[in-house]
């Protein structure tokens, strides 16, 4: 897990003697301004749009001549900590699944409660525990709610993906076509750039859908690789106009090499056999023109279906959907019926958020690994 920030801009102001640039502004304060504003959309996509520019002038040559080095200070993480402490036992010790296990919304409210309860006390035992010296009780109970943050975020992110999976097979057969809820697609019609029967289409969508959670459960890795690539003097990035205005395009080895041993993890599961489409992984070229792109289209995945499974959980339940009787007509009205509704959202969305759509040319979307994102932003873009 990454260390929280908090963590993380500590070690700075301890690693840096104060300076000043030409500016007046203290590089060890530019430094932990990398830590607050780099580590936190690790964790909260919501803060990209502060993390992109900032790391652009980590980057910049400009920063560099003026600070005499690098901005650059790598992720502070779990590991790191406790081996510096020599506290490795912390992760063997038997309460800290308890301590990390991110508690389900139970019902009643007092029974989650208690169960909350019940996590801190566990956590304030382990502090108890393992805390000495420099490992203060402060930075021991940090490092447990890092960990239980990352399986958070893992259990959030993964599990949108492992649901909207398990409509699939709920609601459809790949050997069995239900109409009109057929998910063949053809290129040119409807926008598609795919032609695809039920049964492969089926099939496409499945493994999409089991890439990206693969790809959500090894987020935090990738997002350490991201700033490893982002910031290697060996890759500086060049600025290009990539046909979607000016960007800096650079190689990003460290996350290629990642997301293809993600593929190919994808592929064992489906069986490389059966596998439908391409397995080409864009990053450093013009339709993934540098890891913060990378990383912007990954986490919004979770932001893409939770809509969508939002909806479709409103219908499943009839309680809800009949606590509006001028809704509940309008659903019998329009699409006959709740059940109708659904299966009539997840035909449209599977066919036309994974049909290559999206892009100009095939290289833009099409079936590679990122062009099945592509479509699905597409889809959302048309609603």
Same mark, same amino acid.
């Given at each position: 897990?990454?260390?929280?920030?908090?963590?993380? %801009?500590?070690?700075?102001?301890?690693?840096?003697?104060?300076?000043?640039?030409?500016?007046?502004?203290?590089?060890?304060?530019?430094?932990?301004?990398?830590?607050?504003?780099?580590?936190?959309?690790?964790?909260?996509?919501?803060?990209?749009?502060?993390?992109?520019?900032?790391?652009?002038?980590?980057?910049?040559?400009?920063?560099?001549?003026?600070?005499?080095?690098?901005?650059?200070?790598?992720?502070?993480?779990?590991?790191?900590?406790?081996?510096?402490?020599?506290?490795?036992?912390?992760?063997?010790?038997?309460?800290?699944?308890?301590?990390?296990?991110?508690?389900?919304?139970?019902?009643?409210?007092?029974?989650?409660?208690?169960?909350?309860?019940?996590?801190?006390?566990?956590?304030?035992?382990?502090?108890?525990?393992?805390?000495?010296?420099?490992?203060?009780?402060?930075?021991?109970?940090?490092?447990?709610?890092?960990?239980?943050?990352?399986?958070?975020?893992?259990?959030?992110?993964?599990?949108?993906?492992?649901?909207?999976?398990?409509?699939?097979?709920?609601?459809?057969?790949?050997?069995?076509?239900?109409?009109?809820?057929?998910?063949?697609?053809?290129?040119?019609?409807?926008?598609?750039?795919?032609?695809?029967?039920?049964?492969?289409?089926?099939?496409?969508?499945?493994?999409?859908?089991?890439?990206?959670?693969?790809?959500?459960?090894?987020?935090?890795?990738?997002?350490?690789?991201?700033?490893?690539?982002?910031?290697?003097?060996?890759?500086?990035?060049?600025?290009?106009?990539?046909?979607?205005?000016?960007?800096?395009?650079?190689?990003?080895?460290?996350?290629?090499?990642?997301?293809?041993?993600?593929?190919?993890?994808?592929?064992?599961?489906?069986?490389?056999?059966?596998?439908?489409?391409?397995?080409?992984?864009?990053?450093?070229?013009?339709?993934?023109?540098? %890891?913060?792109?990378?990383?912007?289209?990954?986490?919004?995945?979770?932001?893409?279906?939770?809509?969508?499974?939002?909806?479709?959980?409103?219908?499943?339940?009839?309680?809800?959907?009949?606590?509006?009787?001028?809704?509940?007509?309008?659903?019998?009205?329009?699409?006959?019926?709740?059940?109708?509704?659904?299966?009539?959202?997840?035909?449209?969305?599977?066919?036309?958020?994974?049909?290559?759509?999206?892009?100009?040319?095939?290289?833009?979307? %099409?079936?590679?690994?990122?062009?099945?994102?592509?479509?699905?932003?597409?889809?959302?873009?048309?609603?």
């Amino acid at each position: 897990g990454v260390l929280q920030p908090r963590a993380g %801009g500590v070690a700075a102001v301890q690693a840096h003697e104060p300076g000043s640039d030409a500016l007046g502004v203290p590089q060890v304060y530019v430094v932990l301004a990398d830590e607050l504003v780099g580590r936190f959309p690790v964790s909260d996509s919501l803060s990209l749009p502060r993390y992109g520019p900032f790391k652009d002038i980590c980057q910049s040559v400009s920063a560099e001549q003026l600070f005499g080095e690098p901005l650059k200070m790598q992720i502070l993480t779990v590991h790191k900590v406790l081996a510096k402490f020599n506290k490795q036992a912390l992760l063997d010790d038997p309460l800290m699944p308890l301590a990390t296990t991110p508690v389900p919304l139970l019902e009643p409210r007092a029974k989650l409660n208690r169960a909350l309860r019940r996590k801190d006390l566990t956590v304030a035992r382990l502090v108890s525990t393992h805390s000495s010296g420099g490992f203060t009780a402060d930075l021991c109970e940090r490092v447990i709610r890092s960990i239980d943050d990352a399986h958070c975020y893992i259990r959030d992110n993964a599990e949108t993906a492992q649901r909207m999976l398990g409509l699939l097979q709920e609601q459809f057969c790949p050997d069995t076509i239900e109409e009109p809820y057929s998910l063949g697609i053809a290129e040119g019609q409807d926008g598609s750039r795919l032609s695809h029967s039920h049964h492969k289409q089926y099939h496409f969508v499945r493994q999409s859908l089991l890439l990206w959670r693969n790809i959500a459960a090894q987020m935090f890795e990738l997002w350490y690789l991201v700033e490893e690539d982002l910031l290697d003097p060996a890759t500086p990035p060049r600025l290009t106009d990539t046909g979607q205005g000016i960007h800096r395009l650079q190689q990003c080895p460290r996350v290629f090499s990642a997301m293809t041993r993600i593929v190919r993890q994808t592929q064992a599961e489906v069986g490389e056999q059966h596998w439908v489409g391409s397995d080409k992984v864009h990053i450093g070229d013009p339709q993934v023109p540098n %890891g913060m792109a990378f990383v912007d289209k990954y986490t919004q995945v979770n932001r893409i279906l939770g809509p969508i499974l939002t909806v479709v959980a409103a219908l499943q339940n009839r309680d809800r959907t009949g606590s509006s009787k001028g809704l509940k007509q309008y659903v019998e009205e329009v699409f006959g019926g709740p059940k109708a509704a659904v299966k009539l959202i997840l035909s449209d969305f599977f066919r036309h958020g994974f049909d290559g759509s999206g892009g100009d040319t095939m290289e833009d979307a %099409g079936s590679c690994i990122d062009g099945r994102l592509t479509s699905a932003w597409n889809w959302c873009q048309n609603l």
